[in-house]
């Protein structure tokens, strides 16, 4: 029972933005943080190709994101990112947004990174500039057990770009399940973690409804080098310098009316 006596040990929920991204660490992450007492998530926010209006680098289209957030029953927040952007105008988008959010009282950010260390200093770097917190709910824990605990608990979730670095086109457009995970070759992490492949996740304990949709085309895409001159500022940056050798199998999603 509630008492004044106890008052004082009643902690207040910390309010929370979501870094959704559609797939399938985003969904299970949100699934962990929502049964954390000591967060409230207050919305989701993805950042969207200004040019093709889809999920940056996961090529969903806008439609099936707002899918997404209806399902779950969360705001989205979109932002708005224009294709190759340079880190200066990148982190400007970023800090505009969360500055908008934090006057509505939102302190914490909320990321499903689960080992990358260099990914997530950069984005605890970021946000103790504006005095947010980052939140790892998937940190450290082994990707073989994620996937499993992902697949038990009834999400659902369909790659949709592979980087033809790790996987061939026959990966993409796959649902992710056992079988998936056994064709994977050795050197690809079970959750593509590395950046071998992307998800969209259409159902699973966090939405109230299956998104409905159909698949599209496959189609192939490879991405220019920057520019010399450029290159030091862009978002895109990578010490792998034969990043830009590669391409990426993306299969297009549509949403059912």
Known sequence: MFTIENYNDV???KKALFNWSSGKDSALALYKIVQNPDIEIECLVTSVNQEFQRVSMHGVRVDLLQAQAKS???????????????MEVYENV?????????DEGITHSVFGDIFLEDLRKYREDQLAKIGFQGVFPLWKIPTNQLIQEFITLGFKTIIV???ERY???SFVGRIIDQNFINDLPDNVDVCGENGEFHTFTFDGPVFSEPIDFEVGEIVYRKYEKPKEQDSSNKACDTDTNDAFDFGFWYCDL????
Do not use: F, H, R
């Open 94 to 102: 970023m800090t505009e947004a969360l500055n908008e959010l934090k």
């Open 11 to 13: 902690s207040t929920p």
């Open 72 to 86: 779950i029953g969360l705001p989205l927040k979109i932002l708005q990112i224009p294709e190759m952007p340079t």
């Open 254 to 257: 549509i949403k059912k009316k």
């Open 167 to 169: 996987l061939d086109k």
């Open 161 to 163: 770009c592979v980087n």
